[in-house]
């Protein structure tokens, strides 16, 4: 007898559940998602897209990409081609801070929420999830400060890598290191130049940096697909155990290999995988908001991961592959 | 006057003067260690340069060099990560560059349509298919696997670093083969004069089809020490500005873009003056941005020079510039 209660109670608790799930479904079901990166192909990128269309195919709502492969021209048309289209969200990673300014606007305007990655634009809209470069650029340059300022015994000489100059993420991080470096005298810039995100250019500044200043102490890169080229500079000129070098990125398994052969001395990394899912909840947050933009801007700011040998152990990378089994 | 001043010599001596200047005024920039480091950086692009010579002596152009380096280098790395043996790999990879070369030189020698347009959409194929079909990424890392092939971009020979050294081979190659070979001559008449060659019993199409072939062998090598010095293959590089650059040796040391002029040496000087001239703003720890104005500056100086010195007469008014 108990147990047929057992089991009638069992059936209505499934049945409830079954009806839930069911609204769940229907409520995210003919949305649309739509994500315009800079480029796909890169750890980034992918990594990303593969978490956003793992939630969509869960919760059974549209997921699309629309790749501009670096170029901003095109990514300006898909962004004025969705506006028309009318996904409920639209994700983008800004190029820079103004390409992109007004048709966020426009986005927003016609009841599309924006969520931006990473890269801000100087129009803000509902939703940013990203690193904070300046606050990146301070503490790889107290590491610096740490590794080769007054009191290490080191020569408090040091080197940096940018991106492209104009770009937001250089800016950024240039200030957060001069606002650091301003205090500490002790460290001595050598030499500060743009290689424009390309790795042969970086090894090729490094190689001539390093011979010209035999006693560098550290270097400070922008990112980490550029600064293998760094890296190999330095360890070509057989100072690895000598410089060290601090980069940025996110966090993916080319961090883990290249801090275990000592390329990298640390990296900064702004986890791809919680910044997808903070984009995640932003996205049903957008969905059940209704179309009009929300009053407050919601800002997620990735907390940064310090990768290095030390930490590799626990913390560890991830890799695409896991990524993209996970989202089938 | 003219006949000894010409555009090869003007930047021989803009090279030599900036090297001298660089040499008094820049400490560290006369050692041993530094010039190595010098040819080391534009070993690559002098490369390139000797297959871009190649096909621009016989009047053709190759705008695909560029992305027949990335695409069949990173094919080669991502191929021997994902479990195929590296010997087949790397063979996949030199495979897939010369069936582009080829399929350029088919384009132009028989299907008759200009190098400058068949070598463009060549690139943009190349470039689109091996990013989005043949690769997994955009980025493809030197990997364990593909660990030997490391001493092509860091090893050294008795001290000198191994990209020099093959510089040094394919200009040696090149030069032979363009001064010392029928071959060699054939390519220089097709450039003088394509139909005249062929009139002569020049076999002007199969030459045409092994020029690109030689210059996709070039960029495949090139590709090969970018690599494996930078532990990773950027497909992206085909954006860059890269193949301006190799254009930029190749007629800033004197070759004619209308074909029949020049050789190897020409390329070397070209190449030598981006060297020094990269190299001692390097140590002047210019921005990148300026280095690109300076070096434009220069280049262009160069060019207004030799025309004042060499200026244009009938016959090059015939033969026409690009």
Redesign the interface.
Known sequence: MRLRHFLTALAAFGLTLAAASAQTADQYKGKTVAFVPV?????LE?GWSAILKHQADKLGYTYEVRNPN?NSDVGAQAISQLITEKPTVLVIQNPDVQVYSRLIKKAEKAGIHVIQINMKSVAPSDYFVGADYVQLGQQAADMMVQKCGAGSGKSGKIAIVQGV?TAAASVLQMQGIDAVLSKHPDIKV???????W????????M???V??NPDLCGVVGFWD?MD??TG?AIR?AGKAAQVFLVTSGGGSD?AC?NIDNG?FGAELSYDVPRQGSDMNKDILAAMTAGPAPDADKVTQITPLKVLSKETIGTTGCWT?KQLQAAAG | MSRNLNQERIVLAITILLFAFFALTLPGFLTVQNVLTLLRSVSVLGILGVGMAIVVVGRGIDLAIVAIMAVSVALTLDQSAHGVPLGLATLMGFGFAVGCGVVSGLLIAYAEVPAIFATLAMAAIIAGFGQSRLLSLSEIYVTPASEPLGWIGTGRVLGVPSPVLILAAVALAGFVLLRATKLGRFIYAIGDNPRAAHVTGVPVRPIIVLQFALSAITAFLAGLITATSVSSMNTRIVDSTLIYDIILVVVIGGIGLSGGKGGIRNVIVGTLLIGVLQNGMTILDTPYDEQSIIKSVILLFAIVADSIVNPRDEQTAQQGDI
């Open positions: 480029a796909l192909g890169y750890d992918d670096l100059l050598v030499s500060n130049q743009a290689a424009d390309d790795s042969s250019k970086a090894r090729a500044i190689q001539t940096v011979q010209q697909s293998v080229g190999s070509e080319t290999t390329t695409l």
